[in-house]
């Protein structure tokens, strides 16, 4: 157990309305990772923090965006969601003290857009 | 741009039998991962690799890393039944800031009994 829970866990969602992943970790870790899982892609990184209010994006960030507000809690927003969003989103976290640390990650959000 | 090559991406084989799971990078990197995943399950950490001619076995596993040839090998002795599983390759792009991780599409491995 990694300590990070992701919610909610499945949703089905239309095409063009927000929609918000949560990540909640419980030990105070400063990297947090957002990912998404597709099949024959492997797993793409979309954005990431190195603290409160410090965030980047990843490889694929376009239609996401991001906030971090707590150190606990990373927030994945899609503000318009497309069926090409439609896949398994990953939390992960870093706990260690270097970001280039072992990456532990949470159980998936399976998102469905229609 | 950091490149992630696995193969084979799909491999059936039969208990007891060897074989060795390849990842290539294209680019250089302070260390490569390796993670399992069961089918509708999260990643698994399985082994990190820090330094060229790094070697790691846990069971009948075993990975290897040669960061000249920005090779790493996952070598599966004796295989049974509940190592089936997808395999990830991963590695992090030194470019500074929190760094990502760059995966491999993975390598979906049968053994059959």
């Known amino acids: 157990d990694a300590g990070i829970t992701q919610s909610p866990r499945h949703k089905v969602t239309e095409t063009g309305t927000p929609v918000t992943l949560r990540c909640h970790q419980t030990?105070?870790?400063?990297?947090m990772y957002w990912y998404r899982q597709d099949p024959g892609h492997g797993l793409r990184l979309i954005h990431y923090?190195?603290?409160?209010?410090?965030?980047d994006k990843g490889e694929v960030s376009d239609g996401y965006s991001v906030s971090r507000s707590k150190t606990e809690d990373f927030l994945l927003t899609l503000e318009s969601a497309t069926s090409s969003q439609t896949s398994v989103y990953f939390c992960?976290?870093?706990?260690?003290?270097?970001?280039?640390?072992?990456?532990?990650f949470g159980p998936g959000t399976r998102l469905t857009v229609l | 741009e950091l490149k992630v090559e696995q193969n084979p991406l799909f491999l059936s084989m039969q208990e007891g039998k060897n074989y060795t799971i390849y990842c290539n990078y294209s680019?250089?990197?302070?260390?490569l991962y390796w993670y399992r995943q069961d089918p509708g399950k999260s990643l698994e950490s399985l082994f990190v690799?820090?330094?060229?001619?790094a070697v790691k076995q846990e069971g009948r596993l075993m990975a290897s890393l040669d960061t000249k040839a920005r090779l790493s090998t996952l070598h599966i002795t004796a295989a049974v039944h509940d190592l089936s599983a997808t395999y990830f390759c991963?590695?992090?792009?030194?470019?500074?800031?929190?760094?990502?991780?760059?995966f491999g599409k993975g390598t979906h491995l049968i053994i059959q009994p």
């Open positions: 030990e105070n870790h400063r990297y």
């Open positions: 680019t250089t990197s302070d260390r």
């Open positions: 992960a976290i870093s706990k260690g003290l270097e970001s280039t640390d072992t990456q532990y």
């Open positions: 690799l820090l330094s060229n001619g």
């Open positions: 991963a590695v992090v792009y030194s470019g500074g800031g929190a760094d990502g991780l760059t």
């Open positions: 923090s190195y603290g409160v209010k410090d965030t």
